[in-house]
């Protein structure tokens, strides 16, 4: 073989599809859609159920846990479907690719969350790993929003802005979670979640966007 051969880089072609990133875009909305009418829903037929006082992996627990977990494998579902559109539309460095990764971590952790089903009930048997999980939930959302801020920022100063507001608020708000009364954590656990929606719808935003213009 000779040496200009050897040498020669492997030229692949690569085009972004604009059918798939409108499909996981809305696919990513739809999870946080369907995981905010599970906790709404919940909210109302569950007795006694307080959402100022009660979390959401309370309503997980009980008779009406199914609701509350198909709207936890929805937003996992969400959150897988992020990042791969993360992938296939790579706007960053090695940075963006930490984040795909976190957000993979991120929609695994809450599927397993709604699987192992040991939250709110006081479950002790085997290895109860519920809080684990919580735990690395709160890594994983701002190393996404951090991770990807930079990247984002080259479709629009605003998405930059909007990730990084997020990453902070979340870095700030979220360790007090563990030092609040019980009777006033739900109300704020549900403003965490709607942290982690407005990282997603975010993220979605800037890729409908990026095809919308290249189609005018």
């Given amino acids: 073989m000779s040496r200009t051969s050897r040498s020669e880089t492997v030229r692949v072609h690569v085009e972004e599809q604009d059918g798939l990133i409108r499909l996981l875009a809305w696919a990513s909305i739809l999870g946080c859609v369907i995981f905010a009418a599970a906790v709404i829903l919940a909210d109302i037929l569950v007795p006694n159920n307080s ?3 009660d979390t959401i992996s ?5 008779k009406y846990e199914y609701i509350v977990d198909t709207g936890l ?9 992020m990042a791969v559109l993360a992938a296939h539309v790579h706007l960053g460095d090695w940075k963006w690719s930490s984040a795909i990764v976190a957000l993979i971590v991120f929609g695994l952790l809450v599927f397993l969350i ?6 709110g009930d006081a479950d002790s048997d085997g290895w109860v790993i519920h809080r684990y999980l919580v735990y690395g ?13 930079e990247g984002a920022g080259r479709a629009g100063a605003g998405y930059r ?3 990084r507001i997020t990453g902070t608020l979340w870095l700030l708000a979220a360790p007090i979670f563990f030092f609040l009364p019980t009777d006033v954590d739900g109300l704020y656990e549900r403003g965490l979640g709607l942290l982690s929606f407005a990282m ?5 935003r800037l890729f409908l966007k990026r095809v919308h213009h290249r189609r005018t």
Avoid: K, Q, W
């Fill in 137 to 149: 939930l709160g890594i994983c959302m701002p190393v996404v929003c951090f991770g990807m801020a």
């Fill in 114 to 119: 709604g699987a192992r089903n040991e939250y």
């Fill in 73 to 81: 494998y929805m937003f996992s579902a969400g959150l897988l479907s």
């Fill in 58 to 62: 309370d309503l997980g627990a009980g």
């Fill in 51 to 53: 959402m100022i006082a």
């Fill in 161 to 163: 802005l909007s990730l």
């Fill in 200 to 204: 997603i719808l975010t993220l979605a």
